[in-house]
């Protein structure tokens, strides 16, 4: 049974582009007879807020959106990605690492996806563990897996090239886990056997599948969808206040006729966030 989720973080407004996001993981599910999950991913300090988790659940109501069972909080799984981070330790595929981003930038010869590629400072150094961040030795990970693939529903068969990271950090200094981390182990603890998102995301899903093959978690089919795009051709994001979902549905705006014109644009690549909003007004 195909069973999807919708994981916002609960430190911003929602805004057209998680509606978007919603509204995919929403129909592939029920379209399929499967099961629609929400979980909140609320590990960010204290840029996570409770009031943010009450006006997600208002719109994702407004938009006709309902999901299964009672929503998921990662604030309730620390335990899980302690223990993950010490088997990864007990490995050996972890090391401590103070660099910070200006040491790194200054260091790398190569661009990832993420920025400057950390070019393994402190991977065969010695360095104080207290209050440093846990990075992966992904070549050394990469020998104890093996040649790894992965599927996306829309882009097909990937060979796993986890590499093009560096060595991406795994447990942070101002948080249990990073994001690569903690939404591995929440889809394989939450059954979620597709996992959608957006297309920024793609080169993600080649670190998680080599967490998966390290911990021994079940492999989801993933589906990278487009992204809704302002004006300019970036992506909507919350920091350059981006339209809100609260604030739409407050303006007495039809939240389910915007869901259906998000249903309308599905799947391709870029799609105009001013022609959403003029063909669901």
Partial sequence: MVRTRFAPSPNGPLHLGHAYAAVVAHDLAREQGGSFLLRIEDIDGERSRIEFVEEFILDLKWLGLAWDGEAVFQSARLDCYIKAGERLKAMGLLYPCHCTRAEIAAAANEAGPDGPVYPGTCRHRAVDPIGAAWRLDVAQAMEIAGPLEWVDALAGPQRAS????????????????????????????????????????????????????????????????????????????????????????????????????????????????????????
């Fill in 162 to 281: 986890p590499q093009i990271f560096g060595d991406v950090v795994l447990l942070r200094k101002d948080l249990p886990a990073s994001y690569h981390l903690a939404a591995t182990l929440d889809d394989a603890a939450d059954g979620i056997t597709l996992v959608t998102r957006g297309m920024d995301l793609f080169p993600a899903s080649h670190v998680h599948r080599l967490l998966q093959a390290l911990l021994g978690l079940p492999v989801p089919v993933w589906h990278h969808h487009g992204l809704l795009i302002e004006a300019d051709g970036r992506k909507l994001a919350k920091r350059r206040g981006s339209p809100s979902l609260a604030d739409l549905r407050r303006a007495g705006a039809d939240g389910r006729a915007i869901a259906d014109t998000l249903r309308a644009h599905r799947f391709p690549a870029g799609i105009s966030l001013s022609q959403v909003l003029h063909d669901a007004a």
